[in-house]
């Protein structure tokens, strides 16, 4: 851990290596990418990932069901994004969201943020962007760390690293422990907005150098969860998450142009919870068992000294045993994927890749995609792409069979629909039929997009610099819920259907300003426009309606009227000041984070988000940490996160309020 | 007890809102008069998984009222639900026999503007679904779903009827809560209580409001 001391922007090459599957430099990547690297990390003493990605130009940690946060990417939900840990998926989306506030900072290395659609390489799921986690590797000799970090909200989080690295072997050890008694933003409820839980995660790496070209590499992790469940005061349980993942890897280089990598993974996620009476009868119970297999070969071929090829080929079995599931489904699919790399000098390149994707459960996919780099001169660098991008419809939106037990209402996955109608008809359970069981027989079909961004870069001399990046996301076939029939106990049955295409569009521009060689800024800024087309063209037709008040009349919305999808901001800014004192090894920094207004619901009856309806007013999160070093070795830290102790429980559950800590660092 | 004792404290208040007394018949473009109702229970038991029961408020266009008379009525009310007394039933406990030749159609548009009748879109209750589709989107509500819970009427939409004995009568549902708060709270508000506007045209020959 080094406290920043540069007078300037660092010109060190950066790699990242989720954006082409190879090592490849950040400056000259043709796509937008976000480094966050260790420094930054540890400046901003954060403990979870999602502590560090909200800070983020153009990245919004949004709560989902059940507590857990999600990010949005480019204006897309965060079930558009693909999480990556050293290139390979994580599993567990139980309502869509991949829970961010499940992984631990403490032995990531770097996060790399590749935004637009990254289908060419990674296939479903990256529809919006990727985040690859990449953690630390064993480090030549023998050290480590302890790492303590204790606050408000009776939050304490324990962490130490080992490294040990001596001639051909390598091994790396991290073990994170960390609690919270969760906190509580409303009083008047028997219920807490986050239950207190406490979790625990192991990981473990191990690397073996058969020689200079042969490397073999295990890495294995495990994760658990338990947290207080409750629901009044006398109906209360608990709920626990089981997580291993297992990751080997293989890399032989055969010659200075050609080498392999033989990767396999097994991936395992379990949720599970119940709630008991007071008496101790069970009230209900639930359970998520999802397994990821995959193994896969890559080839990169570097034909001569300007062009290479990266090629992939793979197979994945994905299954899932939950509750309220119409049986037991399994998808098997296989894929492959090539990227061609074009390096005519430093001043220009391109890539050009496709995926094809074939499933056993839908339609087979292929995902292009076209990038190119254009450095026109010392200041300006132009790069534009163009990808696509896909998402198949999740186990739940094609298996669900789940009856609300206190409302009466029935959703159906869209593959359960042409077997549990007719069941449940024959039950006397349906009224009337909305829809034709016939047109399910057709598969339900991927949600895709396709992406369009323009990076302009300009460096204006060695202290100021400024990113400009123009995207456009079209997104096809999103796939929504609509009743399909009515019961005869008045509720309705819910399926899922392809219809909407949406947009988001906007403009992200990051900046870096060296003031002198103790202080520096940067800053960032997204202005975004999420829309539904559907709807956009209802207002442009005057078929939407407002009233400012219940009695008044009703009069006729324009299409400027019409603000866009639910919980998107049209402006976020963010900005980090630093100021360091070289020689006393200390370093002070401020963070802040901005949202300009959003709405949650249609507060005016209409359907749509429209200027006359309710929004959740624009807030700010702002941050201070101060970090000093001792010795080298030891290092200490205070800061206030929400300083401002901005806090809305209607709105917006998952942020706490203010928060003190302070931390502790030895290492050796 | 406390709901109880408001429930028979409510009384439908009527009240000419404006008039506009025009005698010229050729000017049917002028401001019409239209009738507010105001807080029309219309409680539903059973639901949230259970059978819906209880009695439909019935209302009559042509008194301007509720009633409780099993022939003149022309349309009823329980929960979200409208009934229109034509067509046939849907069976659901409670509900009642139809006798008359109501039915109705939903115009998207601006009360002022819907001026004219047109015959031909009107559709009558029958055995498999209401005229009036249930569900949040499909008739004269959106739901706003978790968390908020609310029901709220469609701005735009406006109802029109065929009453019974083949007049006519437009509406507007402004609000399913008591009193019509400006921001219902689907906790504290009680909901179940329509307020909307009306115009009555009795004339079965002219098809104009």
């Given at each position: 851990?080094?406290?920043?001391?540069?007078?300037?922007?660092?010109?060190?090459?950066?790699?990242?290596?989720?954006?082409?599957?190879?090592?490849?430099?950040?400056?000259?990547?043709?796509?937008?990418?976000?480094?966050?690297?260790?420094?930054?990390?540890?400046?901003?003493?954060?403990?979870?990932?999602?502590?560090?990605?909200?800070?983020?130009?153009?990245?919004?940690?949004?709560?989902?069901?059940?507590?857990?946060?999600?990010?949005?990417?480019?204006?897309?939900?965060?079930?558009?994004?693909?999480?990556?840990?050293?290139?390979?998926?994580?599993?567990?989306?139980?309502?869509?969201?991949?829970?961010?506030?499940?992984?631990?900072?403490?032995?990531?290395?770097?996060?790399?943020?590749?935004?637009?659609?990254?289908?060419?390489?990674?296939?479903?799921?990256?529809?919006?962007?990727?985040?690859?986690?990449?953690?630390?590797?064993?480090?030549?000799?023998?050290?480590?760390?302890?790492?303590?970090?204790?606050?408000?909200?009776?939050?304490?989080?324990?962490?130490?690293?080992?490294?040990?690295?001596?001639?051909?072997?390598?091994?790396?050890?991290?073990?994170?422990?960390?609690?919270?008694?969760?906190?509580?933003?409303?009083?008047?409820?028997?219920?807490?907005?986050?239950?207190?839980?406490?979790?625990?995660?192991?990981?473990?790496?191990?690397?073996?150098?058969?020689?200079?070209?042969?490397?073999?590499?295990?890495?294995?992790?495990?994760?658990?969860?338990?947290?207080?469940?409750?629901?009044?005061?006398?109906?209360?349980?608990?709920?626990?998450?089981?997580?291993?993942?297992?990751?080997?890897?293989?890399?032989?280089?055969?010659?200075?142009?050609?080498?392999?990598?033989?990767?396999?993974?097994?991936?395992?996620?379990?949720?599970?919870?119940?709630?008991?009476?007071?008496?101790?009868?069970?009230?209900?119970?639930?359970?998520?068992?999802?397994?990821?297999?995959?193994?896969?070969?890559?080839?990169?071929?570097?034909?001569?000294?300007?062009?290479?090829?990266?090629?992939?080929?793979?197979?994945?079995?994905?299954?899932?045993?939950?509750?309220?599931?119409?049986?037991?489904?399994?998808?098997?699919?296989?894929?492959?994927?090539?990227?061609?790399?074009?390096?005519?000098?430093?001043?220009?390149?391109?890539?050009?890749?496709?995926?094809?994707?074939?499933?056993?459960?839908?339609?087979?996919?292929?995902?292009?995609?076209?990038?190119?780099?254009?450095?026109?001169?010392?200041?300006?660098?132009?790069?534009?792409?163009?990808?696509?991008?896909?998402?198949?419809?999740?186990?739940?939106?094609?298996?669900?069979?789940?009856?609300?037990?206190?409302?009466?209402?029935?959703?159906?996955?869209?593959?359960?629909?042409?077997?549990?109608?007719?069941?449940?008809?024959?039950?006397?359970?349906?009224?009337?039929?909305?829809?034709?069981?016939?047109?399910?027989?057709?598969?339900?079909?991927?949600?895709?997009?396709?992406?369009?961004?323009?990076?302009?870069?300009?460096?204006?001399?060695?202290?100021?610099?400024?990113?400009?990046?123009?995207?456009?996301?079209?997104?096809?076939?999103?796939?929504?819920?609509?009743?399909?029939?009515?019961?005869?106990?008045?509720?309705?049955?819910?399926?899922?259907?392809?219809?909407?295409?949406?947009?988001?569009?906007?403009?992200?521009?990051?900046?870096?300003?060296?003031?002198?060689?103790?202080?520096?800024?940067?800053?960032?800024?997204?202005?975004?426009?999420?829309?539904?087309?559907?709807?956009?063209?209802?207002?442009?037709?005057?078929?939407?309606?407002?009233?400012?008040?219940?009695?008044?009349?009703?009069?006729?919305?324009?299409?400027?009227?019409?603000?866009?999808?639910?919980?998107?901001?049209?402006?976020?800014?963010?900005?980090?000041?630093?100021?360091?004192?070289?020689?006393?090894?200390?370093?002070?920094?401020?963070?802040?984070?901005?949202?300009?207004?959003?709405?949650?619901?249609?507060?005016?009856?209409?359907?749509?988000?429209?200027?006359?309806?309710?929004?959740?007013?624009?807030?700010?999160?702002?941050?201070?940490?101060?970090?000093?070093?001792?010795?080298?070795?030891?290092?200490?830290?205070?800061?206030?996160?929400?300083?401002?102790?901005?806090?809305?429980?209607?709105?917006?559950?998952?942020?706490?309020?203010?928060?003190?800590?302070?931390?502790?660092?030895?290492?050796? | 007890?406390?709901?109880?004792?408001?429930?028979?404290?409510?009384?439908?208040?009527?009240?000419?809102?404006?008039?506009?007394?025009?005698?010229?018949?050729?000017?049917?473009?002028?401001?019409?008069?239209?009738?507010?109702?105001?807080?029309?229970?219309?409680?539903?038991?059973?639901?949230?998984?259970?059978?819906?029961?209880?009695?439909?408020?019935?209302?009559?266009?042509?008194?301007?009222?509720?009633?409780?008379?099993?022939?003149?009525?022309?349309?009823?009310?329980?929960?979200?639900?409208?009934?229109?007394?034509?067509?046939?039933?849907?069976?659901?406990?409670?509900?009642?026999?139809r006798n008359g030749n109501a039915a109705v159609y939903i115009v998207n548009d601006i009360f002022s503007n819907v001026l004219q009748v047109e015959a031909g879109l009107f559709v009558q209750d029958s055995s498999s679904s209401y005229a009036i589709n249930i569900g949040s989107g499909n008739g004269w509500y959106n739901y706003t779903g978790s968390p908020e819970h609310l029901i709220l009427p469609i701005p735009g939409r406006v109802l029109v009827f065929r009453t019974r004995d083949s007049g006519y009568a437009k509406v507007e549902i402004l609000s399913y809560y008591y009193d019509a708060p400006e921001n219902p709270n689907a906790l504290t508000d009680q909901s179940r209580f329509y307020t909307f506007n009306y115009v009555y045209q009795s004339d079965s020959s002219q098809i104009n409001f």
């Amino acid at each position: 851990m080094q406290v920043q001391d540069s007078t300037s922007i660092k010109e060190l090459e950066e790699i990242i290596l989720s954006a082409t599957r190879t090592e490849r430099n950040l400056s000259s990547l043709p796509f937008p990418v976000t480094l966050i690297n260790k420094k930054s990390i540890k400046s901003a003493n954060s403990i979870r990932l999602s502590d560090i990605l909200e800070e983020q130009t153009g990245l919004l940690m949004v709560p989902d069901y059940g507590g857990v946060e999600g990010v949005q990417i480019q204006g897309l939900d965060s079930q558009y994004s693909l999480v990556l840990l050293d290139g390979v998926p994580l599993i567990g989306r139980t309502a869509g969201t991949l829970d961010l506030d499940r992984i631990t900072v403490g032995n990531i290395k770097q996060i790399e943020v590749v935004k637009g659609p990254s289908s060419s390489l990674y296939g479903s799921e990256a529809l919006a962007g990727v985040i690859n986690i990449v953690t630390e590797d064993p480090s030549p000799g023998f050290g480590g760390n302890v790492n303590l970090r204790s606050g408000s909200f009776s939050t304490s989080d324990i962490s130490s690293e080992l490294s040990f690295k001596k001639n051909k072997v390598g091994i790396y050890a991290f073990v994170n422990s960390f609690s919270s008694e969760g906190y509580d933003l409303t009083t008047n409820d028997d219920t807490r907005t986050v239950e207190p839980y406490r979790n625990y995660t192991i990981n473990t790496k191990t690397q073996y150098n058969f020689s200079e070209n042969m490397l073999m590499f295990f890495s294995g992790r495990v994760y658990r969860q338990d947290q207080a469940n409750r629901i009044s005061s006398n109906i209360t349980g608990e709920s626990e998450i089981d997580e291993w993942n297992i990751h080997s890897k293989f890399e032989i280089k055969f010659n200075n142009d050609i080498s392999s990598q033989f990767e396999f993974y097994d991936t395992y996620y379990h949720a599970k919870e119940y709630l008991n009476y007071g008496s101790g009868d069970l009230f209900s119970s639930n359970s998520f068992k999802q397994r990821l297999t995959r193994p896969e070969i890559r080839t990169i071929f570097k034909f001569s000294s300007k062009n290479s090829i990266i090629s992939g080929l793979g197979l994945q079995k994905e299954s899932l045993q939950r509750s309220d599931f119409f049986g037991s489904p399994e998808f098997r699919s296989s894929y492959f994927y090539s990227q061609f790399e074009h390096k005519k000098d430093d001043s220009l390149n391109f890539i050009l890749g496709a995926r094809y994707d074939n499933h056993n459960e839908y339609s087979s996919q292929l995902s292009p995609k076209l990038a190119a780099f254009i450095k026109i001169n010392d200041k300006i660098v132009l790069k534009p792409s163009i990808s696509s991008g896909f998402k198949t419809p999740d186990f739940r939106q094609l298996y669900l069979y789940f009856t609300n037990s206190t409302l009466g209402y029935t959703v159906l996955g869209y593959n359960a629909v042409t077997s549990v109608i007719p069941e449940m008809e024959s039950n006397g359970e349906i009224s009337s039929l909305f829809v034709d069981l016939n047109s399910f027989t057709n598969d339900l079909k991927a949600e895709s997009s396709v992406g369009y961004n323009f990076g302009f870069n300009f460096k204006l001399n060695s202290k100021l610099k400024f990113d400009f990046n123009l995207f456009r996301n079209e997104i096809f076939n999103l796939i929504d819920t609509r009743i399909i029939a009515q019961k005869t106990n008045g509720q309705s049955v819910f399926s899922y259907y392809n219809l909407n295409e949406i947009y988001t569009q906007g403009i992200e521009i990051t900046t870096n300003f060296v003031l002198n060689n103790r202080t520096s800024l940067s800053a960032g800024y997204q202005l975004l426009y999420a829309k539904d087309k559907a709807a956009q063209r209802s207002f442009r037709n005057g078929e939407v309606f407002a009233r400012l008040t219940p009695t008044s009349p009703s009069f006729v919305l324009n299409e400027r009227d019409y603000f866009g999808l639910f919980n998107r901001s049209r402006h976020m800014f963010n900005f980090n000041l630093s100021y360091s004192i070289p020689k006393w090894q200390f370093e002070g920094n401020v963070r802040g984070t901005y949202r300009s207004k959003f709405g949650l619901y249609d507060s005016n009856g209409n359907g749509y988000l429209d200027k006359y309806d309710d929004f959740v007013e624009g807030y700010s999160i702002l941050d201070l940490s101060l970090n000093k070093i001792f010795q080298e070795n030891f290092k200490i830290s205070l800061g206030i996160d929400n300083f401002l102790d901005f806090k809305d429980y209607q709105n917006i559950g998952n942020i706490p309020g203010r928060i003190f800590y302070g931390l502790a660092q030895l290492n050796f | 007890m406390k709901s109880i004792k408001k429930h028979i404290n409510i009384f439908i208040m009527l009240m000419i809102v404006s008039h506009s007394c025009s005698s010229d018949d050729s000017n049917f473009i002028a401001e019409s008069e239209y009738t507010s109702v105001n807080n029309l229970p219309a409680p539903q038991f059973g639901g949230q998984g259970q059978p819906a029961s209880g009695p439909f408020t019935k209302f009559d266009f042509s008194s301007g009222s509720i009633t409780t008379n099993e022939i003149n009525w022309d349309i009823g009310f329980r929960g979200t639900t409208i009934i229109v007394n034509g067509g046939e039933s849907m069976g659901t406990l409670d509900e009642p026999t139809r006798n008359g030749n109501a039915a109705v159609y939903i115009v998207n548009d601006i009360f002022s503007n819907v001026l004219q009748v047109e015959a031909g879109l009107f559709v009558q209750d029958s055995s498999s679904s209401y005229a009036i589709n249930i569900g949040s989107g499909n008739g004269w509500y959106n739901y706003t779903g978790s968390p908020e819970h609310l029901i709220l009427p469609i701005p735009g939409r406006v109802l029109v009827f065929r009453t019974r004995d083949s007049g006519y009568a437009k509406v507007e549902i402004l609000s399913y809560y008591y009193d019509a708060p400006e921001n219902p709270n689907a906790l504290t508000d009680q909901s179940r209580f329509y307020t909307f506007n009306y115009v009555y045209q009795s004339d079965s020959s002219q098809i104009n409001f």
